[in-house]
């Protein structure tokens, strides 16, 4: 019986603690689309994800319909998200620490040439 109790109590607090986790993990996540001049929607740009705080990139490459999605962000770090395919780039856009939301959208429009450097 006592055997019992105690794996009901194990998991008993193994549930609460998934719950717990998985209601406010404190995480965000940044998604959009990418997108052209016109606004069509544009398939397998890379776009660069850069914590500013420790200095790493993440990459994505968008999906058929233009879309990506980077998760598990850090609430406490500060961003720089922009877009490149083939000679065109994207503004580069700051996700600050600031701002609280969990789910934030960006859309990132290609609209300026890439800089070359010879």
Do not use: C, W
């Not at 996540?29 to 776009?47: F, H, L, Q």
């Not at 500060?78 to 969990?102: C, M, Q, V």
């Amino acid at each position: 019986m006592k055997r019992a109790t105690t794996l009901s109590s194990v998991l008993l607090l193994v549930a609460l603690t998934t719950i717990a986790y998985g209601q406010d993990s404190g995480l965000r996540t940044v998604s959009g689309a990418v997108v052209d001049k016109a606004e069509n929607p544009v398939r397998d740009a890379v776009i660069y994800l850069k914590n500013l705080r420790n200095l790493t990139v993440k990459t994505y490459i968008s999906s058929q319909d233009g879309q990506y999605r980077f998760s598990g962000l850090d609430p406490n770090a500060d961003y720089e998200i922009h877009a490149e395919h083939n000679n065109l780039t994207s503004s580069t856009r700051t996700i600050s620490s600031f701002d609280n939301r969990k789910e934030i959208n960006a859309t990132l429009k290609l609209d300026k040439e890439k800089k070359t450097t010879k």
